[in-house]
């Protein structure tokens, strides 16, 4: 029993931090060893092991509290993420304009809502800024805000795979209809930003920038709540356009601070505040407008709390989405212990 | 730093200043060494110990250093000592708690429990 008792508390020190694992493993087998056996010869071997396993939750919770306050305070999980560091102003507001302009095109969108060459165009404008950001930030070598640039259009390219031209005309050319050009025109800028670079050097550089800095691909992950809290689709409040613009706001102010941020995992915080802003923005807009009688629909029996339920199911949800890419340094370190 | 800044002392980290106080011991013998100054009040599981180790060790309380008794194991053993900080925030707490055990007796006094 007594080497039972050895073995698995071996392999239960495995559970502590791993810097107190390096430090104390070693003195804590021995001190229990030597424990556990002299209790027996004192027939007292049981309370003593009830005794480490109802300390063990309390002191391992104590443990990792300052071992994520130390990681907290030191600005990363990984001392040696060169890729962390703050962005200038610049480059910040760079990351933050595409919030910004999506957030503009749709105010605009919803002004010409009756119109639809005028709302063709505004989209079209702000997929050319995108597609033009991209570019450059690829030229560039992808620095941090291209990447909000590169979901942005993607997210776009998808959104209008099947969005028709309806026969505008520009410049004498009639558009056919039913053609994706949101995947075209990002393949043509692809196809220039390689012969312009001529070498494949910023496609990896675009993933050595998230494995080494896995917040990039939260901040990837970020334009997909953006989208959908800014878009207010069927929604004709009286305020719309005040909601839409604290929307934009909560998450043109996000990704800004986000960027100036070197702490990894103040800046997914960062996230997740611009992203409950916004959201708790669309809950007193739909919660200010009847939807129901506006589209002559019966009224909805949801009560107050299923609603309060279904937004914090929501906000849950994307919070894992955003802290989901944190599991890269994991990957890294234990690809890094394969290799040792 | 003052050593009153680190007051009051929880009961486990009081006694294992304590235990340390006459010179240095290994992690066993501090275990061993709380359970006798508590008689079997306070019983450390390793955790605890080694989390307050830990604590005292970042905290400058104690050093540690290897360990000067006999060893029977070829594994080497490390023993832990006072630092002079240590030693002044451990005076500080038993003067502590002096004045707080002198204050009962006048107030059973008052009292006439």
Redesign the interface.
Known sequence: MVQSAIGIYRRLLRLYPETFQREFSGEMQATFTRAIAERQSRGKQAGFLLRECVDLPGVLLQLYWKHWLAWFERGSMNPMNEYSSPSSRRMALMGALPFLAYGMASMLGKLTFDRLHPAIYIWMGLYGFILIGLLIGWVKGFPCWVYAYLSWALVLAWYWSNFSMQGLKIMGYTFPFYVPWGWLALDGMILIALAWTRSLRPVKQFFVGIWNDWTRLSFILFVFPAWLACMYDENHSPYLLLFMLGSTLAFTIGAYIFARLANSLLRILCLLTGTLVALGINWICDSTWDFATYYHLPPSNEPWYMAIFRWSIALAFIALFLLGPALLPLIRKSIGRLKA | MTPTRSLPLTEPTFLILLSLSPGPK???AI?KAVENLSEGQV?L???????A??RLLDEDLIQRMADPLPNP?I?E??AYILTEHGRRVLNAEAARMRKLVALVPLRVGESNL
């Open positions: 290994h992690g066993y275990m019983l599981s390793t955790g605890t110990l080694y989390g180790l830990k194991t594994r053993r490390k």
